[in-house]
């Protein structure tokens, strides 16, 4: 006889799930539940409510990171910039200029700090 592929059993009783709950949508609450589901990336229903009522934390939103990750390498390019300026500076001061892009960056890094 053949043996079963795909994925091992699970002995430990205490990680069986057999107990089954039923929850009632309306067709635009499902409709949501299944696009949250896909901006998530969960393959299931279950397994995105175990993930939230037992493990506390939902997977991050991959737009919602690329885009934090946007903002961070701007302030990063913009700081390189002003380093630069000052480093190729004999004087070694900051320019008046430079003060104030720094003083954008820092409100700018500020906001996406606070949106985390």
């Known amino acids: 006889m053949k043996k079963k592929e ?4 699970i002995e430990d009783e205490s990680r069986q799930r057999s107990v089954r709950r039923t929850i ?4 635009l609450e ?3 539940m299944d696009r949250k589901m896909e901006e998530l990336g969960y393959p299931t229903f279950s397994k995105m409510i175990t993930d939230l009522l037992f493990l506390q934390e939902m997977k991050v939103r991959k737009r919602e990171v690329e885009a934090f990750l946007v903002h961070i390498n701007r302030i990063g390019n913009n700081i390189n910039q ?3 300026r000052l480093n190729a500076n004999e004087e070694r001061r900051l320019v008046s200029s430079d ?3 720094m003083e954008e960056l820092r409100s700018l890094l500020m906001e996406v700090l606070k949106n985390i």
């Not at 009632?24 to 067709?27: D, G, I, V």
């Open 99 to 101: 003060l104030l892009r």
């Open 6 to 9: 795909g994925r091992p059993r």
């Open 24 to 27: 009632r949508f309306t067709p």
């Open 82 to 84: 002003i380093a630069h």
């Open 30 to 32: 499902s409709a949501q």
